[in-house]
């Protein structure tokens, strides 16, 4: 088996005397899409902070690509490769695909002996048109303010995004809330192309269908704990939910 992207060992992490994620390990590897799994203050969105550097984990280790890894702040987490997407996408709602893309790292070009320096617009809009179709992802028009989008399309662009800009691990947290039917379907379709390019994909869903769509492994956290981790093809969408609320617990049997 290839060595695992990312390794957490023993993570923990209180607010005050609340103890939010308790001693959680894990491995992800290459090529696989991995569903985080648990009812609402199960720990899951505290515990992919503390990887991509929200949060500082009061206990434990993170190693990854082989090293162990502390990033102070999120921006420290993306420049090595780990890419979150929130519900919230934070996208800027007025401007336009390519804009978005390339938030925060415009390209400039020269004029007047360098004196002058504007947006490289034409080799954004080129760059993003390339970025999107490497997914399979058409747009009829990249011109158009990302307010104007679907949900569907507004994931997609956030994806395209982080493939962009080298990513080598991809947080989605909810990625198809709020979205229809055949929106839902498309950014799972997104979620296995990336599997497929070898870019492991940590899936935080409350949707049990989708995870069993598109998860290889599942992991399931409750009250701070993981307590359990299966292959998808071992479980079933009843014993899952029996984990998820308690009833059901493998780290008291060891």
């Given at each position: 088996?290839?060595e695992p992207?990312?390794s957490?060992?023993?993570?923990s992490?209180?607010?005050?005397g609340?103890?939010?994620?308790?001693?959680?390990?894990?491995?992800?590897?290459p090529?696989?899409?991995?569903?985080?799994l648990?009812?609402?203050?199960?720990?899951?969105?505290?515990l992919?902070?503390c990887?991509?550097?929200?949060?500082?984990a009061?206990?434990?280790?993170?190693?990854?690509?082989g090293?162990?890894?502390?990033?102070?702040r999120?921006?420290?987490?993306?420049?090595?490769?780990?890419?979150?997407?929130?519900?919230?996408?934070a996208l800027a709602?007025?401007l336009?695909?390519?804009?978005?893309?390339?938030?925060g790292r415009?390209?400039?070009k020269?004029?007047?002996?360098?004196?002058i320096?504007?947006?490289d617009?034409?080799?954004m809009?080129?760059?993003?048109r390339?970025?999107?179709?490497?997914l399979?992802i058409?747009?009829?028009n990249?011109?158009l303010?990302?307010?104007?989008?679907?949900g569907?399309?507004?994931q997609?662009?956030?994806?395209a995004?982080?493939?962009?800009?080298?990513?080598?691990?991809?947080?989605?947290?909810?990625p198809t809330n709020?979205?229809g039917?055949p929106?839902?379907?498309?950014v799972l379709e997104?979620?296995r192309k990336l599997?497929d390019q070898?870019?492991?994909?940590i899936?935080?869903?409350?949707t049990?269908?989708?995870a069993?769509?598109?998860?290889?492994?599942l992991i399931?956290?409750?009250?701070g704990?993981?307590?359990?981790?299966?292959?998808?093809?071992e479980?079933h969408?009843q014993e899952?939910v029996?984990?998820?609320?308690?009833?059901l617990?493998?780290?008291?049997?060891?």
């Amino acid at each position: 088996m290839a060595e695992p992207l990312l390794s957490i060992r023993k993570i923990s992490k209180r607010f005050g005397g609340l103890v939010a994620v308790n001693e959680v390990s894990c491995d992800i590897y290459p090529g696989e899409v991995v569903g985080l799994l648990g009812d609402n203050g199960a720990g899951k969105s505290t515990l992919i902070k503390c990887i991509s550097g929200v949060y500082h984990a009061d206990e434990g280790d993170i190693y990854f690509q082989g090293r162990r890894s502390h990033f102070p702040r999120p921006i420290d987490a993306r420049r090595q490769g780990i890419e979150t997407i929130y519900q919230d996408l934070a996208l800027a709602n007025n401007l336009d695909v390519s804009a978005n893309i390339f938030l925060g790292r415009e390209v400039k070009k020269r004029y007047l002996g360098g004196f002058i320096r504007m947006l490289d617009e034409a080799h954004m809009l080129q760059e993003s048109r390339a970025a999107l179709e490497a997914l399979e992802i058409h747009f009829p028009n990249l011109r158009l303010p990302i307010e104007s989008l679907s949900g569907g399309q507004r994931q997609a662009v956030a994806i395209a995004r982080a493939i962009y800009w080298d990513a080598k691990l991809m947080i989605m947290d909810e990625p198809t809330n709020n979205l229809g039917v055949p929106e839902q379907h498309k950014v799972l379709e997104l979620i296995r192309k990336l599997r497929d390019q070898g870019v492991p994909v940590i899936l935080i869903t409350h949707t049990l269908p989708d995870a069993f769509a598109v998860s290889d492994r599942l992991i399931v956290m409750h009250r701070g704990r993981k307590v359990t981790e299966k292959r998808t093809a071992e479980t079933h969408t009843q014993e899952l939910v029996q984990y998820m609320v308690g009833a059901l617990d493998d780290t008291r049997a060891r």
